[in-house]
């Protein structure tokens, strides 16, 4: 567990992260459902104004995350504090959290006003304020003449606009958004990402991201945690993730990955040097570390990371072009590597050269143009 | 014709009884603007009699009564269903739910005689309810439950706990949870969620329920006949006294549309009123 952390200590000065008190902190906070472990031990801090992803695939446990910061469900162990304060037993309606839900759940009794208003009733605002507040909260989110509508007369996009503003009116300590983009259609989603992320940005509320797509999370997110199964896999910024993933789990969910065949030729301290062919390349060497030199391992490289050269080129790897897809921006090959890769390759070439210069039947040499690969155990199985 | 082959053969029986039913009620119609002549089931002429005679006091005041009664039985199995309906479709204990379930709904699996029997025997003077009040010395003599309209709505309340509890659990359980979640997160503790979430979401169930419990309350002819012993007139139970002990059956049939429109007035206006409600809930 601690091995794997590591990437965000490398990032996160550490002296930093502990002077400052956290917004919202689990601690060891495991949470079981019958005989299904949903959560275990998460371990987690958030910085005050920090954009926080929890990502995975659906049941890896970030919704019961979600719902045990906001008090939804109770912890079965481990502790839980928002802004200092242990919140582990506090009721949800005292915790002061804002929550974007998956579908809103926009009262749909209530017009625009009254939603926004209705956290700011609770907490005996002031008439005259309430008004005031309720103004701003849409001004923010660009829903000045909506007011007086309900839910239903508004679109998808308008009507996540309205569960913003009403979670943020009542300025939450803590924003949590429950998967809040996955209703929306493709074009609304890219844009609404961006407003969201400078509304966030601008008011500097600590936030919670829950989602499942790893392009959400790498470009919204300060940092992101990485879940599966239940446990919490890595914790680090979208970039240092999407580099040096802490695990194979970790490194195939988020983007895409080639898995080569290698081998471990030495270790040096903190990296390694695998071979893969003739290519030999430098890995960290902390997922290797039950590894001895000479051992076979896995070496994950990006598609945008291969380049092509010609076939028997010293440090490359031959291969024989399968298919070619145009992308528009860029073009995607794949690669028949029967020596060096089980599966078969995924070669991401920038441009449009690659369409005339690779043709299918090609056969050429691969290189490794990157030093960001990593390398892990080979899984048991295979 | 060709994409719905077997419609005509479908909707044929319901046709037939829909033919019976319209006869049988044109025959009550025909039946109410004739004449009685006492001591014949024969009627004569046609004449606007009956209907003049029902503003009579006597029959206004059963129709005033009847209204009551429906309109106090509703309130009350409200209020005692609305809770059952409640905990029916929140809790997560299945054992909980099953027995609600039993409770409230095996009524309707008893015979209106049967049920109305054991309120008999639970109201009367020697009954059940009167023993303990006595043996616990709350009461020194018997209270009189028994042919008063108090004991006719308690019978009709358990008569019609059943519906009311399906109509306003089906109205629950289509409620988003999440906007309880939503409501608590935003600071609002669980009395606030529910008046201002909960019940107004909930008011289309209550609306139905309400009328549905009315309109049944409206027809139901044994309980106030038994347990109402001929002190407690309703329209029905009038009905029933000139028809077959007074073989008045023009007379009978004028109160039984006059009947049937009052019902369905006062229902209409029950939604009437309602929509207000139903349109702060979302709903149309």
């Given amino acids: ?382 | 014709m060709n994409t719905r082959p077997f419609l005509g053969w479908f909707v044929s029986p319901a046709g037939l009884v829909a033919v019976g039913l319209i006869a049988a009620m044109l025959a009550v119609f025909q039946y109410s603007v004739r004449a009685y002549i006492p001591g014949t089931l024969e009627v004569g002429g046609f004449t606007s009699a009956n209907f003049e005679a029902m503003l009579r006091p006597l029959y206004a005041l059963a129709f005033w009564n009847t209204v009551l009664i429906c309109f106090e039985t509703a309130v009350f199995t409200l209020l005692l269903a609305y809770p059952l309906a409640y905990a029916l479709t929140r809790t997560n204990s299945s054992a909980l739910r099953s027995f609600i379930l039993i409770v409230s709904v095996t009524p309707l699996f008893l015979g209106e005689v049967v049920r109305t029997y054991s309120w008999m025997i639970v109201l009367g003077n020697n009954g059940f309810l009167n023993t303990l009040l006595l043996k616990l010395g709350l009461v020194d003599r018997p209270l009189r439950m028994m042919f008063t309209s108090g004991g006719v709505i308690a019978a009709l309340v358990h008569v019609t706990m059943p519906i009311m509890v399906i109509m306003l659990a089906a109205a629950l359980s289509h409620i988003d949870r999440n906007y309880e979640k939503a409501a608590e997160s935003l600071g609002a503790g669980p009395i606030r969620i529910f008046m201002t979430i909960t019940l107004p979401l909930s008011m289309p169930g209550i609306v139905a329920g309400f009328s549905t419990a009315f309109a049944w309350t409206f027809s139901a002819f044994a309980t106030p006949q038994l347990i109402g012993g001929g002190r407690v007139a309703t329209v029905s139970t009038l009905i029933y006294q000139l028809g077959f002990s007074s073989f008045n059956f023009p007379f009978a049939a004028s109160l039984s549309i006059i009947g049937l429109a009052l019902s369905l007035a006062v229902i209409a206006l029950l939604k009437k009123a309602a929509s207000p409600l139903e349109r702060m809930a979302g709903t149309t």
């Fill in chain 1, 1 to 382: 567990m601690l091995m794997r952390t590591d990437p965000m200590t490398a990032h996160t000065p550490a002296a930093a992260s502990d002077k400052i008190r956290p917004a919202v902190q689990l601690d060891g906070v495991t949470k079981r459902f019958g005989d299904s472990m949903a959560l275990h031990e998460a371990w987690l801090k958030i910085r005050p104004s920090e954009f926080m992803t929890l990502l995975g695939p659906s049941g890896c446990g970030k919704t019961t995350l979600l719902n045990l910061v906001a008090g939804f469900l109770e912890a079965d162990n481990g502790e839980i504090f928002i802004d200092g304060d242990l919140v582990t037993e506090t009721p949800a309606h005292m915790r002061e959290i804002g929550i974007v839900f998956q579908n809103y759940a926009l009262f749909p009794h209530m017009s625009v006003a009254k939603n926004v208003a209705y956290g700011l009733k609770t907490r005996g605002v002031e008439k005259r304020e309430i008004a005031r507040r309720v103004d701003e909260a849409l001004a923010l989110v660009k829903l000045s003449g909506f007011a007086d509508r309900k839910p239903k007369q508004l679109s998808g996009g308008q009507q996540q606009r309205v569960a913003l503003a009403r979670a943020l009116v009542i300025k939450p300590k803590v924003l949590l958004l429950d998967e809040p983009f996955s209703a929306l259609d493709k074009n609304l989603r890219g844009s609404m990402q961006v407003e969201l992320k400078q509304i966030q940005r601008e008011l500097g509320v600590t936030t919670i991201f829950v989602t499942h797509d790893q392009g959400e999370a790498l470009s919204m997110s300060d940092r992101i945690a990485v879940m599966s199964a239940g446990r919490i896999r890595q914790i680090a910024a979208p970039d240092d993730i999407y580099r040096r993933p802490a695990d194979r789990f970790v490194a195939s969910f988020v983007g895409d990955a080639n898995i080569l065949n290698g081998r471990l030729v030495e270790k040096r301290g903190d990296v390694a040097v695998v071979s893969v062919g003739d290519i030999s390349a430098e890995v960290p060497a902390a997922p290797i570390a039950a590894l001895s030199a000479g051992d076979a391992l896995d070496v994950f490289v990006r598609p945008e990371h291969l380049a092509v050269t010609s076939r028997g080129v010293s440090g490359s790897l031959p291969g024989t072009v399968t298919t070619q897809v145009f992308q528009g921006g860029h073009v995607d090959l794949y690669i028949d590597a029967p020596g060096s890769a089980r599966e078969r390759i995924l070669l991401r070439s920038p441009g449009i050269a690659a369409l005339s210069s690779c043709p299918v039947g090609a056969e050429i040499g691969l290189t490794i143009g990157s030093d960001d690969i990593v390398a892990f155990p080979p899984r048991e199985a295979a």
